[in-house]
């Protein structure tokens, strides 16, 4: 082909992000061509590409005429489903690519894949990036958040394509070279397992709010509204909002009252938890988010429960609850309580980026994290700025809990959130994202823990020794037989 008619870059995978984010990239005048096994799939992008630009957007029906006709070295997004989808891809491209070449999947992949990979395509001299895409269908056509990780090279490559498709804010472009590696998938893997508890965290101050304040959706979605003009605002606070005000088209009511309660998930939220686990680091509010989708799976046994429980003499704490509830006080606590929660939420995912981050060496700067994620994507809110603020003061900040303005506002908020958990307890309406961010809190909080006694059970039953307070060293104690002698020479 012509070298003034090949492509600045490529896209393979065209269901509708990968549709978007093309269509995007053409929008800010970057020639680019598309391919999908599906031919269909091609003319339809094809069809858009007129219909919404026209745009420079040429499609190719095979991997040979896709790979060819963008310009060397080539820099081809790949956008299919992770897992093998992924590797057959890379299989069908690589045939026909050249070294300098450059692979980048944009899916929600598991970053040990994407280190696989790496290793897999430099064998032939090719570059890799695994990529996040954050912000949904909406996000990949008008500017999403993008997450890039692996060769520097590569990133150099399409930085100028990255920084025009992404999200625009008041400090720069929604992008920035993650590192080395997988790291780029691993950022996104934790921002949306913060998406999880951001989302469960919401949920639980929709049920106090409805169930024990007894408002109706319509004030719910002022309320939720109103949220989204303070410290609350933000893309999940804001479509809440809108969410209230959808009244049902098959049937006279609100559409999300006829909505199951079951919630699906597509496993990056269990990769967060299984990692925090791996590298010992505490996410209790994203487990407890976790957790209620399991739970929320089991409509059925907890129809049969409520059955069974209620037969057996369990009565409904809410009525009585919400009887002596001043509803004007509990609409204020809960956003407290709602803002104070999320603090720990980020907190959590936040340190567990850096525990992963000194594991790999992949240098994450967390403050320029909390920048990229300020727009386009799932999680962008408002406090973010402050997020980014926080680590700038202090890169080796330990916990967003105690940077100077968060452990304020936290200890402004507390009264409100204990005041919001124990109504919900009262009341028998789990509130398990609060709960745990608040146990958080206060076990973080506290320089004395009942640690001892759980070191001092090991040690008994298990040798596992045990440190002391007042001395160094490693100590072991014959507990049974020291507390016999004690009862014996008690009862002598």
Known sequence: MDASSLSRIGLAGLAVMG????????????????????????DETLSRAQSEGPFSLTGQYSPRDFVLSIQRPRSIIILV??????????????????????????????????????????DKGILYLGMGVSGGEEGARNG??????????????????????????????????????????????????????DMQLISEAYDVLKNVG?????????????????????????ITSDIFKVKDSLVDGDLVDKILDKTGMKGTGKWTVQQAAELSVAAPTIA???????????????ESAAEILKEAGLEEEVGS????????RLIDDVRKALYASKIC???????????????????????????????????????????????????????????????REMVQRQAAWRRVVGLAISAGISTPGMCASLAYFDTYRRARLPANLVQAQRDLFGAHTYERTDRPGAFHTEWTKLARKSSAGTFS
């Open 19 to 42: 549709q978007n984010l093309a269509l995007n990239i053409a929008e800010k005048g970057f020639p680019i061509s598309v391919y999908n096994r599906t031919a269909s799939k091609v």
């Open 81 to 122: 489903k992770a897992g093998n989808p992924v590797d057959q891809t890379i299989s069908a491209l690589t045939e026909f690519m050249e070294p300098g070449d450059t692979i980048i999947d944009g899916g929600n992949e598991w970053y040990q894949n994407t280190e696989r990979r790496i290793q897999q395509v430099a």
């Open 321 to 328: 609850v919400k009887s002596g509830v001043d509803k004007k």
């Open 345 to 407: 939420s980020y907190a959590q995912g936040m340190n567990l980026l850096r525990a992963k981050s000194v594991e790999k060496g992949w240098d994450l700067n967390f403050g320029e994290l909390a920048r990229i994620w300020k727009g386009g994507c799932i999680i962008r809110a408002v406090f973010l700025d402050r997020i980014k603020k926080a680590y700038q003061r202090n890169p080796n900040l330990a916990s967003l809990v105690v940077d100077p303005e968060f452990a």
């Open 288 to 302: 407890a988010s976790l957790d209620c989708r399991y739970l929320s799976g089991l409509k059925e046994e907890r």
């Open 144 to 197: 999403p958040s993008l997450m890039p990780g692996g060769s520097f090279e590569a990133y150099k490559n399409i930085e100028s394509i990255l920084k025009s498709v992404a999200a625009q804010v008041d400090d720069g472009p929604c992008v920035t070279y993650i590192g080395e590696g997988g790291s780029g998938n691993f950022v996104k893997m934790v921002h949306n397992g913060i998406e999880y508890g």
């Open 214 to 238: 007894g408002l109706s959706n319509s004030e719910l979605a002022e309320i939720f509204g109103e949220w989204n003009r303070g410290e609350l605002e933000s893309f999940l606070v804001e």
